[in-house]
Every structure is written in structure tokens, then in C-alpha cells.
DNA sequence: GTGCATGCAAATCTTTTGCACTCTT
DNA sequence: AAGAGTGCAAAAGATTTGCATGCAC
């Protein structure tokens, strides 16, 4: 749970007040670093958790700021709300690596942590683009579910 | 105009109505090929055109009856409403080829018609996933941007 | 004529905004 | 004490659904 003192470090030197709420949203985060969530279910595991109690627009708010201050990522799933998961600080500034694959049917999400779009970014980066950021999705069917159907 | 014809033999081939709006907006899908559009711009763009009138509804309808049959490919850009583009027919039997680059001044998108994920997704089925889909989207400033800033 | 497609209205879902109240600093 | 954060209600935007009517076949 030491990383809790992150946040706390980050949020003070932007300048930003650590709330109960704040901790409680930063918590469920840490507590799923393999899995983005969406809004709704992270404030349901708050909820579930009954240690604080919050209301969803909070959340939303707490993420939008977090996603500013570059704690977390966001990603938008085909069809779906909106999820995030907490950006890998260490890694930000070499090479982006923020790619998953959905299964279609059971919804399972999987990231990869190697980055193969990066060699394209710089092609780009070489023809005036600047600042480039990029989202990779890939869905199909998971290995449980391939073999159901 | 000759594609026309191909959306209305894949329409019958599924035993689906050859209507005047489907017919409207496959024209305004197919003078579009290089950018995807939203539901509401292929709205906007019929109404502009005077030719037809419809409702944004059925727009949303025939763009998801599209998708199922594998004439168009939809994307969810980040924060924004989904976006559609013709799938390349003759390409889908081969390597994917769905990636783009937002600018996220000016809202330029910009389709890369070379696939560098086809790899990933052949190392994927070969621990047991199938039917392999991938949506990559590339932000950041396009070259007129990124001169201004 | 039959039933798929459409138009219209209304519902749903996600996310944002306004404002008064509360808690961090 | 000041003002950033929060809760609540309501708005906003995208998309879906129900149902009666209309058009393709």
C-alpha cells in the first residue's frame, strides 16, 4: 500500500488537496493494476468496500483529474464506458505500451506490455507530427471462449 | 457510382431490403473513403444533399445493420461518437489494416493503409485466441498544428 | 398482401454541469 | 477563514427501443 503515498506526493505538488475520496478512487486502482476499470465499477468496489461512501460524479471528477495529472490512462473500448487504469509512471517517458486485447465474448481484458507502434510514431515524428500518443485495441475471442464455440 | 451495385448484391445476398435510405447512405460512405464519419455527419451530409430525407435514427440503424454485414467498420475515437468507414472488401481476407491518426487541435484524421499488428495477432492465435480485430488509433498534432504551437 | 424498414417519441446510458454545502489546508 | 471538493439534481450527448405506419418484395 506504499504506493498510496504517491498519489499523496503527486496530488500536493500539483498543488491539489488529498480527500478521502480521492484516496478511496486512488486505492481501487492500485488494487487493479492489470485490469482497466470503468467509472461505474470503480465506484461500485467503493461502494462494496463500505469503508467510504461516494457519489458516482465524484468519481468521474477524480478520474479527469488523475487522467491531467498523468496518474492514470484512459481508454475508450469499443462500445463500451469508458475505462482506466493507472499509467505506468516509470515507463511514460521510453516508449508507450498501452495496448489490450477484449475478448467479444466474456469481455476479458488483457494487456500487452511491449510496444511495437512506437517505430511508426517516429516515422511520423519525421514527417511534422508531434506529440503523439496512441490507443491499440485488439478483440476477437480469448482462449476459453475459442474453445466453447 | 459502379459500388452502389456492390452494396445492393450484398444486401440481397443477406436477404435485406434494397431501401432508398440504405442506398443513401451507402453514397455518402462511399464519396467518403478516406475519412470516417459519424453518425451524425453521414446524417448531415444526406440532408445536405437534398437528394433524400431521413431520419437520424434510421441512420443509426443502417450503420449497425452495415457493420454486421461487413460492409463498414466502426471506431470509437477517444471522447467522441462513434465514426464509420467503408471496410476494404477485398483487404479483409488478408491483413487488417483499420489505423489512424487524430490530431487533437484541429481533429484531422489521417487512415494508415499498412498493417504492423498482424504479427501480434498471429502470435496471439497461436496461444489459442481467434478471430482477431484490432482498432489502433494514433493522437498528437498533425504537421499544421504542430508548426502553430 | 406480408413483413421488413422507417419515423417519431421516448427511454437508456454515459458523462458533464450548476450550485449550495463541506472539508482540507 | 478561504476556496477546493463533494453531493445532489438536472442537463447534455450518443445511441437504443417501442410502436404504428409505409414501402420493398
Known amino acids: 500500500m506504499e504506493s498510496l503515498n504517491e498519489i499523496k506526493s503527486l496530488l500536493k505538488s500539483k498543488q491539489l488537496r488529498v480527500t478521502q475520496t480521492r484516496l478511496a478512487v486512488a486505492t481501487i486502482l492500485l488494487n487493479n493494476k492489470e485490469k482497466p476499470l470503468t467509472s461505474e465499477e470503480i465506484f461500485n468496489k467503493i461502494q462494496k468496500s463500505k469503508k467510504y461512501d461516494c457519489d458516482q460524479v465524484s468519481v468521474y471528477r477524480i478520474l479527469s ?11 475508450n473500448f469499443q462500445g463500451e464506458a469508458s475505462r482506466y487504469i493507472l499509467s505506468n509512471m516509470e515507463e511514460n517517458n521510453s516508449l508507450g505500451h498501452e495496448h ?14 511491449n510496444c511495437f507502434v512506437s517505430s511508426k510514431e517516429r516515422e511520423l515524428e519525421k514527417n511534422g507530427f508531434k506529440n503523439l500518443k496512441h490507443h491499440l485495441e485488439i478483440t476477437g475471442l480469448c482462449p476459453k471462449c475459442a474453445k466453447v464455440s
Open 100 to 113: 489490450y486485447f477484449k475478448c467479444t465474448a466474456c469481455n476479458y481484458i488483457k494487456p500487452f506490455h
Open 65 to 75: 483529474t488523475y487522467d491531467e495529472i498523468g496518474f492514470i490512462k484512459k481508454s
